[in-house]
């Protein structure tokens, strides 16, 4: 049963536009959450990350949202580039210790010229 | 700064047999934490070790293990190779208990026939 769930695995956005990728959790007692963003054959970077005391937090171009009474948050990219293709994980914890991180299984976004 | 490296970054192995898996932190990270990556699951939390001890550990049979060096290298081993354990192992290493300074390898691709 997974805690942390992307239901799109893949999006397709032309440049310029918005792309918004979406993440639903089950476990109320999840308080912080992060997105990452992984290119292929490189391992995974830290993009943004939000608290659940907070219900936004941006950062450039990306802006991520919360919604703890739907348990669902969103990562919004304005404008989207080309070089934002890539897949992104979202991952929820529940306390301050790293094994306690769930991640999503990732959303593949293509940003077309 | 060099960042996290992994070695091989891919991998074949057959059924039956045994794997190690290397990775070397960036300089002066303590902590390294290992994940499984498959098709539609996401990151699995694997374990973690700091300053040579394991930390935590995730739901993973005893088959996977691990262990750190005094510095700070990593290995992982995964014996009695099973099909299904083909997947992409990550390493990441992180300096102090704060999620948005981990950071990650770009992996070892393991493929069991």
């Known amino acids: 049963d997974q805690q942390v769930k992307q239901n799109s695995p893949s999006l397709s956005v032309q440049e310029g536009r918005i792309s918004i990728l979406n993440c639903d959790y089950t476990n109320s007692m999840f308080d912080y959450f992060l997105w990452y963003k992984k290119y292929p054959a490189e391992g995974p970077t830290f993009l943004i990350s939000?608290?659940?005391?907070?219900d936004k937090n941006e950062d450039g171009r990306f802006t991520v949202f919360l919604n703890k009474s739907a348990k669902h948050l969103s990562l919004h990219i304005v404008p989207s580039q080309p070089g934002d293709s890539a897949v992104y994980f979202c991952?929820?914890?529940?306390?301050?210790?790293?094994?306690?991180?769930?991640f999503g299984p990732g959303t593949s976004l293509s940003v077309i010229p | 700064k060099a960042g996290v490296t992994q070695t091989p970054r891919y991998l074949i192995k057959t059924r039956g047999q045994q794997v190690t898996l290397s990775c070397s932190p960036i300089s002066g990270h303590r902590s390294v934490s290992w994940y499984q990556q498959t098709p539609g699951q996401g990151l699995q939390f694997l374990f973690e070790y700091f300053s040579e001890t394991q930390r935590n550990k995730g739901n993973f049979p005893g088959r996977f293990s691990g262990r750190q060096f005094s510095n700070s290298r990593s290995e992982m081993n995964v014996s009695t190779l099973e099909l299904g354990d083909s997947a992409l192992y990550l390493c990441?290493?992180?300096?102090?208990?704060?999620?948005?300074?981990?950071?990650f390898g770009p992996g070892t691709r393991l493929t069991v026939l």
């Open positions: 990441a290493s992180r300096l102090a208990d704060s999620y948005n300074e981990q950071f």
């Open positions: 939000i608290s659940s005391i907070k």
């Open positions: 991952a929820a914890s529940a306390g301050t210790s790293y094994d306690k991180v769930i």
